[in-house]
């Protein structure tokens, strides 16, 4: 077997809301890159990526609308739309080489593939392993109107990998798996929008 070097080259779109607080949080999610900067030797053009992860991306900018308006002033707050698709380990780590952000994370969140929650399938969280105080966290939840499965295993991957090694708690919030799309389209009509 014979390895081929294989390059990728994406951007972060990192968006800051400064609340002078002493710490900070990071909320991502990755976006997708041209189908031939995956190495799939198919012709250049786009996916469009309506679940995985354009559903992650609009909730990102949805949150970051909500945040910067509301009263929640005790975390500054870092919007970061990952480049390089389901590379996001590597934009993620990337940041957090050269952030330039003082306070200190608190914790990192990561949408992906949210846009097809259903109560069927439930809302999967993963990265509770990363942090003790998340147990007390999601039991003191009193609206109980989004139905959770807590993956509880000690598997933390993707974005969350960089900031578990860094020590910083993370959790990834995600309503459908890439085997959903298996032979299915990853159209704007699985978008699950009331839910």
């Not at 999610?29 to 309506?50: C, F, M, R, S, V």
């Not at 990192?108 to 993963?126: A, F, H, I, P």
């Not at 020590?167 to 959903?180: C, K, Q, Y």
């Amino acid at each position: 077997m014979r390895f081929k070097e294989s390059n990728i080259t994406g951007n972060n779109v990192i968006g800051y809301l400064e609340n002078s607080a002493p710490a900070t949080i990071v909320i991502g999610a990755h976006y997708n890159l041209p189908i031939d900067q995956k190495n799939t030797g198919q012709e250049k053009k786009a996916e469009t990526g309506a679940d995985d992860n354009g559903s992650g991306v609009a909730m990102l900018i949805e949150l970051a609308r909500m945040l910067s308006a509301s009263k929640a002033k005790s975390n500054n707050y870092v919007f970061i739309a990952l480049g390089g698709n389901d590379q996001g380990v590597s934009a993620a780590s990337h940041w957090l080489a050269n952030s330039t952000v003082t306070a200190p994370v608190n914790y990192m969140l990561n949408l992906d593939m949210v846009g097809s929650y259903d109560e069927s399938k439930k809302l999967t969280v993963q990265g509770y392993s990363s942090s003790p105080v998340w147990n007390p966290v999601f039991s003191s939840i009193a609206d109980k109107n989004i139905t959770l499965r807590i993956d509880s295993t000690n598997t933390v991957d993707g974005p969350l990998a960089s900031f578990f090694e860094k020590g910083i708690p993370a959790l990834s919030f995600s309503a459908s798996s890439h085997s959903d799309y298996s032979n299915k389209a990853d159209e704007e009509a699985r978008i699950n929008y009331p839910a």
